[in-house]
């Protein structure tokens, strides 16, 4: 290799952009980084500057810029600070760039996702959010532009590493029957509907797994996560809803699995860290150390699967419906969704009113097709507002 690849982190200052930066950091060789973006705790973003000495810094606003500069050149680094979305595109698509990790949580990755792939990227996408809302439009530029799309998510990593070798070629998913999508079930699998009521917020996120952004936290106990995943898993793999199949495997170590016309199942098995998926999509068609610990099967000794109860997870019959309804169903399903678990996080709502929120929403508003990202946008800003409106019903 004759440079480093230059690697812009959207999202740094997330559980994502921390396990990119730590693979990151074990191979300077490979890899560089060429900027970083932070939303909040800003002092976390100026010491990850600090430690990586990107280019570019990017942060919401102006007063939060101008800190950070000060703070920057008072530690000797030239990192210049660029401000709102505008700078999110900006590093996404600069020429300099080779790959873009995608890891902004929800709708606000989006735009900046979207400008790495116009400027022909290698993409590794964590922002589930962004390729769910704007599925066809995002295919669409991915052909258009050329750029290299590789999963982080866990599970479409590992159905990544399990298709056909001319799969990435683009070649189609040839002799592929189902996708079978696990997912660990969450914290409130066994739970008692009755008590569901009153679970908190730190409960939601205290997933037995996995420790990630609370967002995605709250996503994996509602297993709306694996709805958003299901309809992910459709536009990365070219697979009808019919064809993903999602199973409850409570130990996290199958990461997904694909089953094959003449009965051959692959699956992609590891301990739950991020850093194998994100290793692997930084490295693709190659590999390098993670830092994860081997696999301990003796210590695992078992692996379960149940099928998942839909009484008890509504988020994931919602999503299977948006995921078959397409059009502006999906963005709808999930800026519904984003509203319902910050006001979830916020104390406001109780946790089965997630799925309230979004099937209300989902039925007030009919799907129409998307043909432009303003549609999508639209969708989504008529999504939230139908679920403000609940929230301003209901006195929360
Ligand atoms: P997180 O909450 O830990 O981090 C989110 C990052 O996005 C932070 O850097 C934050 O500053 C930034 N951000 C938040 N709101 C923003 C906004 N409005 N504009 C710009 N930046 C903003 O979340 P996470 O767990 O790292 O998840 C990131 C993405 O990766 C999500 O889409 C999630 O679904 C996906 N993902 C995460 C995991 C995981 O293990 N954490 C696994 C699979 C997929
Ligand atoms: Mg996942």
Redesign the pocket.
């Given at each position: 290799m004759s440079r480093p690849q230059r690697i812009t982190v959207?999202?740094?200052?997330?559980?994502?952009?921390l396990s990119t930066l730590d693979v990151i950091a074990r191979h300077p060789e490979r890899y560089q980084v060429f900027a970083l973006?932070?939303?909040?705790?800003l002092s976390e973003l100026l010491a990850l500057c600090v430690r990586h000495a990107p280019q570019f810094a990017v942060v919401?606003e102006q007063a939060a810029a101008r800190g950070l500069q000060d703070d920057l050149r008072a530690a000797g680094l030239s990192t210049r600070v660029l401000v709102g979305e505008e700078g999110?595109c900006q590093v996404a698509s600069d020429p300099e760039v080779d790959a873009v990790m995608a890891?902004?949580?929800?709708a606000?990755?989006l735009r900046p996702t979207l400008a790495a792939v116009e400027a022909g990227k290698k993409i590794l996408l964590?922002?589930?959010?962004a390729l769910v809302m704007s599925g066809a439009l995002f295919m669409q530029a991915v052909r258009k532009s050329g750029s290299v799309l590789l999963p982080?998510?866990?599970e479409h990593n590992a159905i990544f590493q399990c298709m056909p070798q001319d799969f990435a070629r683009g070649l189609g998913a040839v002799g592929v029957r189902r996708i079978l999508l696990t997912a660990s079930g969450g914290p409130f699998r066994q739970t008692p509907m009755a008590e569901l009521m009153h679970v908190t917020p730190d409960q939601a996120c205290a997933h037995p797994n996995?420790?990630?952004?609370?967002?995605?936290s709250v996503?994996s106990a509602s297993m709306m996560?694996k709805g958003l995943e299901l309809i992910e898993a459709c536009w990365l793999f070219d697979a009808k809803p019919s064809q993903v199949e999602v199973v409850i495997h409570p130990q996290s170590v199958i990461h997904s699995l694909v089953d094959y016309i003449d009965g051959s199942v692959l699956a992609q098995l590891g301990n739950p860290d991020?850093r194998t998926p994100i290793s692997n999509a930084l490295a693709w068609p190659e590999r390098i150390d993670s830092g994860v610990a081997p696999l301990d099967l003796f210590a695992i000794a078992r692996l379960d699967f149940q099928a998942p109860d839909e009484e008890r997870f509504p988020c994931l019959r919602l999503a299977r419906q948006a995921a078959e309804a397409g059009n502006s169903a999906p963005a709808m399903l999930n800026a519904a969704n984003e509203v319902a678990v910050a006001a979830f996080l916020d104390g406001r709502v109780r946790y089965p009113e997630i799925a309230s929120i979004i099937e209300e929403v989902l039925n007030l508003e009919p799907v129409v097709a998307v043909d432009d990202l303003e549609a999508v946008f639209t969708a989504d800003a008529k999504a939230r507002v139908l679920a403000g409106q609940w929230l301003s019903r209901h006195g929360r």
């Open positions: 959207l999202g740094a200052t997330g559980s994502i952009g973006s932070g939303f909040t705790r919401p999110l890891a902004i949580v929800g606000a990755g964590a922002n589930k959010e982080i998510d866990s996995w420790s990630m952004g609370r967002k995605i996503d996560n991020m």
